[in-house]
T-cell receptor
Framework: QKEVEQNSGPLSVPEGAIASLNCTYS??????FFWYRQYSGKSPELIMF????GDKEDGRFTAQLNKASQYVSLLIRDSQPSDSATYLCAVNAASNTGKLIFGQGTTLQVKP | DAGVTQSPTHLIKTRGQQVTLRCSPK?????VSWYQQALGQGPQFIFQ???????QRGNFPDRFSGHQFPNYSSELNVNALLLGDSALYLCASRPAGTRLGGYTFGSGTRLTVV
């Protein structure tokens, strides 16, 4: 079992729709969770982080965390073609808060 | 305010050679981590530096070593390069005192080993 799992996609949604990206993790002691966006050929850019169970909203983005189910998700409302990128889920290792464990990323395609 | 800066941007090396990659963290950041990202994969943690010492290390061989300087900048050294070391090498920094905080990534160094 991978430590952080994501569906590689591609996930294709029409412009204006809600994109839902999912991530599961194996270490129950993990304390903080991050979503990074990575455009092709570029470096990861932090877009959301969440520490507590529940929802956290920032503009068109909502991160959801369920520690009991070891599940993190990212919702993107009113998706735009500029949102087309790879979305990386990252988890802070419980044993080492300096180490981020990344999933392989989900490729999102927003079609005009 | 400059973000995390890395040099060089691209590098081509021959198998068996040695390479040094450089990173300057964002202003106010004192913790630096290095990651390796192969094509189509998520970044893999190499090691973390804080107060000029290697604090944590991922599953990478001793061929990978690093250093942090008093001004918080850092170097990643890779000896005896293998074809499999071809990847995007990312430096990431975070502010002092943020134990659970997210990292800001630099633009990366694309290393090709031929």
């Amino acid at each position: 079992q991978k430590e952080v799992e994501q569906n590689s996609g591609p996930l294709s949604v029409p412009e204006g729709a809600i994109a839902s990206l999912n991530c599961t993790y194996s270490d129950r002691g993990s304390q903080s969770f991050f979503w990074y966006r990575q455009y092709s050929g570029k470096s990861p850019e932090l877009i959301m982080f969440i520490y507590s169970n529940g929802d956290k909203e920032d503009g068109r983005f909502t991160a959801q965390l369920n520690k009991a189910s070891q599940y993190v998700s990212l919702l993107i409302r009113d998706s735009q073609p500029s949102d087309s990128a790879t979305y990386l889920c990252a988890v802070n290792a419980a044993s080492n808060t300096g180490k981020l464990i990344f999933g392989q990323g989900t490729t999102l395609q927003v079609k005009p | 305010d400059a973000g995390v800066t890395q040099s060089p941007t691209h590098l081509i090396k021959t198998r068996g050679q040695q390479v040094t990659l450089r990173c300057s963290p964002k202003s106010g950041h004192d913790t630096v981590s290095w990651y390796q990202q192969a094509l189509g994969q998520g970044p893999q943690f190499i090691f973390q530096y804080y107060e000029e010492e290697e604090r944590q290390r991922g599953n990478f061989p001793d061929r990978f070593s690093g250093h942090q300087f008093p001004n918080y900048s850092s170097e990643l050294n890779v000896n005896a390069l293998l074809l499999g070391d071809s990847a995007l090498y990312l430096c990431a920094s975070r502010p002092a005192g943020t134990r659970l905080g997210g990292y800001t990534f630099g633009s990366g160094t694309r290393l090709t080993v031929v």
